[in-house]
Structures are given as structure tokens and as C-alpha cells.
T-cell receptor
Framework: NAGVMQNPRHLVRRRGQEARLRCSPMKGHSHVYWYRQLPEEGLKFMVYLQKENIIDESGMPKERFSAEFPKEGPSILRIQQVVRGDSAAYFC?????????????FGPGTRLTVL | SQKIEQNSEALNIQEGKTATLTCNYTNYSPAYLQWYRQDPGRGPVFLLLIRENEKEKRKERLKVTFDTTLKQSLFHITASQPADSATYLCALEDGNKLVFGAGTILRVKS
């Protein structure tokens, strides 16, 4: 059973471009979480999605960031008009259900560098 | 304000000793708390979960305690090995999401 897949692993963008990060959850998992990790800082929650629904986006910046988890295909985190401050590692995690005690399984992350 | 704090300095210990990592929090009332391990360039890996009504949880060489009065969790690795060297993150439940501490780097020297 393959784990959580994220691609690309590394992404370089120039200021003003768009970044698209993909996350394929573990087989059978219908809940996806996105986190951002800055150097020397902990993981910061961004958004929690279930298939076709955003459950909690309280950690998502109000502008330029959006996320989706369509019925078919991977979850996408989209950052429009990137700025240098967006440079970070972005991790997604999946869980089989939405219970708070469900273990979250993390992907290897996408490291975004904005030039 | 809400805070979750872990030892900011790296913990260096000798192989075979017990490593103890601390996680303190303020202005949260988590029903449970989790510990993860993160290696450089990789995503976190779940280790243990402890609920608010559990004082202690064990798994092989790992032990976690949870004191809701002190608002503190301790994470112990007994008989530590160089392979235990990593960053250890605590995370507490806050509704739909997990809130993570910044992590403590553990270095076990042979």
C-alpha cells in the first residue's frame, strides 16, 4: 500500500508566478490536511478537506491561496502570484476518517523556493 | 494567547541513556496529544497518541506522559540509539486540526 504521495518534491518559481502542489492520499483515505513548515518552525495547519468539501480553512491565508480535493484525482494546493515569503516546505497528510484520534500519515513534502 | 512550546535547544545524549523531551502548552484544552518523529527532508511520522484521561502510554522503548494540570507532556526514549537522532514534534488536538510545536532536535552519540 503506497503512502501519501506529493509532487513535485521541489518547485522553483519566480515572484508573481503560480505554484501548484499535488497530494495523493493513501488508498482508502478520504481526508486530507495541508501544512506549511518554515525553517526552524513547526508545522502550521492550513486547510482540512474531505472529498469535494473544504471542512476547515482557518489556517489558510485569505488571498492567493486555495485548495481543492476533487472527487477524482489528487488534492491541489494552489498559490497564485507567489512572493518570497511563500518559500517553505508544504506537507500534506491523509487519514481514513475525520476523527480527531485518527492517525495522520504525512507525505514527503514539496519544497517551494520563490526567487 | 495560545502557545505550544518544546525545548528550543538540541538535546545531546550518550547512547544507552534515556532521552526526555518536554512539551508545554497554554490556553489549549486538548482531548489528546500526539508525538511525531521527523527526519531531515522527510515528512513527520506518527509515534504515539495519549488521551487526556491517560497518564502514561508506552510503546517499545518509548513512553509518553500527559499531565493536564501542568499542561505538559513528557516523551521518553529509553536505551537510546544513534538511529533515534531526529527532530521530535508534539502535536495537540484543537478541534478539526493538530497544532504542532516547533520540535526538539535529539542527537544520540555513540
Amino acid at each position: 500500500n503506497a503512502g501519501v504521495m506529493q509532487n513535485p518534491r521541489h518547485l522553483v518559481r519566480r515572484r508573481g508566478q503560480e505554484a501548484r502542489l499535488r497530494c495523493s492520499p493513501m488508498k482508502g483515505h478520504s481526508h486530507v490536511y495541508w501544512y506549511r513548515q518554515l525553517p526552524e518552525e513547526g508545522l502550521k495547519f492550513m486547510v482540512y478537506l474531505q472529498k469535494e468539501n473544504i471542512i476547515d480553512e482557518s489556517g489558510m491565508p485569505k488571498e492567493r491561496f486555495s485548495a481543492e480535493f476533487p472527487k477524482e484525482g489528487p488534492s491541489i494546493l494552489r498559490i497564485q502570484q507567489v512572493v518570497r515569503g511563500d518559500s517553505a516546505a508544504y506537507f500534506c497528510a491523509s487519514s481514513p476518517g475525520g476523527l480527531p484520534t485518527d492517525t495522520q500519515y504525512f507525505g514527503p513534502g514539496t519544497r517551494l523556493t520563490v526567487l | 494567547s495560545q502557545k505550544i512550546e518544546q525545548n528550543s535547544e538540541a538535546l545531546n545524549i550518550q547512547e544507552g541513556k534515556t532521552a526526555t523531551l518536554t512539551c508545554n502548552y497554554t490556553n489549549y484544552s486538548p482531548a489528546y496529544l500526539q508525538w511525531y518523529r521527523q527526519d531531515p527532508g522527510r515528512g513527520p511520522v506518527f509515534l504515539l497518541l495519549i488521551r487526556e484521561n491517560e497518564k502514561e502510554k508506552r510503546k517499545e522503548r518509548l513512553k509518553v506522559t500527559f499531565d493536564t494540570t501542568l499542561k505538559q507532556s513528557l516523551f521518553h526514549i529509553t536505551a537510546s540509539q544513534p538511529a533515534d537522532s531526529a527532530t521530535y514534534l508534539c502535536a495537540l488536538e484543537d478541534g478539526n486540526k493538530l497544532v504542532f510545536g516547533a520540535g526538539t532536535i535529539l542527537r544520540v552519540k555513540s
